[in-house]
């Protein structure tokens, strides 16, 4: 009787073991298959690249200069968990393909964050974007950088990949720390941003004509500094508040929020003359410091009319 007992633990135990073994195994499966690194160890963005652009051409335009080229290559990403990332200016959406989407979890305590290790291929896609111009008293003066960005969005969030030099055409991949610095000089600032109000509700991208025969020139000095010429038949009424101040940034116009409520007064611009903002010292210090890039400034009047300066840069 004991004999059988005997046999009987001993059975126990060897199932038991293999038990234990077997999950231990597969745990150590799962942990390959869903990487559960420190939660500090997540780095949302660009994670490797090997991309290949070439066929470079730029050209000039009257109110804007165009880049068109070719592109091709692998690049991995950190993404939210089921993100999908575009290629901005790519012609051929089909042409960036997903071929590896790994999910992961990451622990911490009790906080679990979930995320994908993704990995595309771009099949040699076109990518055309245009970079727009300065112009000054209707005549160009210059564009306002000297480099295109290769950028891939995930929604609404940016990954820089790199440059292309205007000088020499030649694709630059940009490191971690360049990416974070561009990210922090651009888009720290567009919770201060709005769309402009010169944009259609139905389509942001097609802008709504300016008041005909009234004009808006930037006299110099600072940004703020400006003057209303109405050159049409009749009065022009409009707000009498501070210019409002515009920046191209990414394909549209968007509007500096002001730190200073506006002033509801209005102030009329009788035909054939003009009138000019007079700003205090003491008004333009309290205005946020504009990054660098192209502007342009906004005078909005009745039944929703607009005069708009040329542009002019900050940052040169």
């Given at each position: 009787?004991?004999?059988?007992?005997d046999?009987r633990a001993?059975?126990?135990?060897?199932i038991?073991?293999?038990?234990?073994?077997?999950?231990g195994?597969?745990?150590?499966r799962l942990?390959?298959q869903?990487?559960?690194?420190?939660r500090n160890e997540?780095?949302s963005?660009i994670?490797?690249?090997?991309?290949?652009v070439?066929s470079?051409?730029?050209?000039?335009?009257?109110?804007w200069?165009e880049i068109?080229?070719s592109?091709?290559g692998?690049i991995?990403f950190?993404t939210g968990?089921n993100e999908r990332?575009t290629?901005?200016g790519l012609?051929d959406?089909?042409a960036?393909?997903?071929?590896?989407?790994e999910?992961?979890v990451?622990v911490n305590?009790k906080?679990?964050?979930?995320?994908?290790?993704?990995?595309?291929?771009i099949?040699?896609?076109?990518?055309?974007?245009?970079?727009?111009?300065v112009?000054s008293?209707?005549?160009i003066?210059?564009t306002?950088?000297?480099s295109?960005?290769?950028?891939?969005?995930?929604?609404?969030?940016?990954?820089?990949?790199g440059?292309i030099?205007?000088?020499?055409?030649?694709?630059?991949?940009?490191t971690?720390?360049e990416?974070?610095?561009?990210?922090?000089?651009m888009?720290a600032y567009?919770?201060?941003?709005?769309?402009?109000g010169?944009?259609?509700d139905?389509d942001?991208?097609?802008e709504r004509a300016?008041?005909?025969?009234?004009?808006?020139?930037?006299?110099?000095g600072?940004?703020?500094?400006c003057?209303v010429?109405?050159?049409?038949s009749?009065?022009?009424?409009y707000?009498?508040?501070?210019p409002?101040?515009?920046?191209?940034?990414k394909?549209?116009?968007?509007e500096?929020?002001?730190p200073?409520?506006?002033?509801l007064?209005t102030a009329?611009?009788?035909?054939?003359?003009s009138?000019?903002?007079d700003?205090?010292?003491e008004?333009i210090?309290q205005?946020?410091?504009?990054m660098?890039?192209?502007?342009?400034?906004?005078?909005y009047?009745?039944?929703g009319?607009?005069a708009?300066s040329d542009?002019?840069?900050?940052?040169e």
């Amino acid at each position: 009787m004991e004999k059988h007992t005997d046999c009987r633990a001993h059975r126990l135990i060897v199932i038991m073991l293999v038990c234990i073994l077997s999950g231990g195994f597969l745990g150590f499966r799962l942990g390959v298959q869903h990487r559960m690194p420190d939660r500090n160890e997540i780095r949302s963005g660009i994670s490797e690249q090997d991309l290949q652009v070439h066929s470079v051409v730029w050209e000039d335009r009257p109110a804007w200069r165009e880049i068109t080229f070719s592109i091709g290559g692998r690049i991995s990403f950190i993404t939210g968990q089921n993100e999908r990332i575009t290629l901005d200016g790519l012609l051929d959406p089909d042409a960036l393909e997903e071929v590896r989407r790994e999910h992961n979890v990451s622990v911490n305590g009790k906080d679990r964050i979930y995320y994908d290790d993704v990995t595309y291929v771009i099949d040699e896609g076109t990518v055309k974007a245009v970079i727009p111009r300065v112009c000054s008293g209707n005549v160009i003066r210059d564009t306002v950088c000297s480099s295109f960005y290769v950028v891939f969005r995930e929604r609404s969030v940016d990954h820089v990949a790199g440059s292309i030099s205007l000088l020499d055409g030649v694709y630059q991949p940009w490191t971690t720390e360049e990416a974070d610095c561009f990210d922090r000089n651009m888009d720290a600032y567009l919770s201060a941003f709005t769309l402009s109000g010169t944009y259609e509700d139905t389509d942001p991208l097609r802008e709504r004509a300016s008041k005909e025969g009234v004009a808006l020139r930037k006299d110099g000095g600072n940004f703020l500094n400006c003057t209303v010429c109405n050159n049409g038949s009749d009065p022009w009424c409009y707000g009498a508040q501070l210019p409002h101040v515009e920046l191209w940034y990414k394909g549209v116009w968007i509007e500096l929020v002001c730190p200073f409520a506006d002033n509801l007064m209005t102030a009329v611009v009788e035909p054939g003359q003009s009138r000019t903002f007079d700003v205090p010292e003491e008004t333009i210090m309290q205005y946020p410091a504009l990054m660098d890039g192209i502007y342009r400034l906004v005078v909005y009047g009745e039944n929703g009319d607009f005069a708009v300066s040329d542009t002019f840069v900050v940052g040169e």
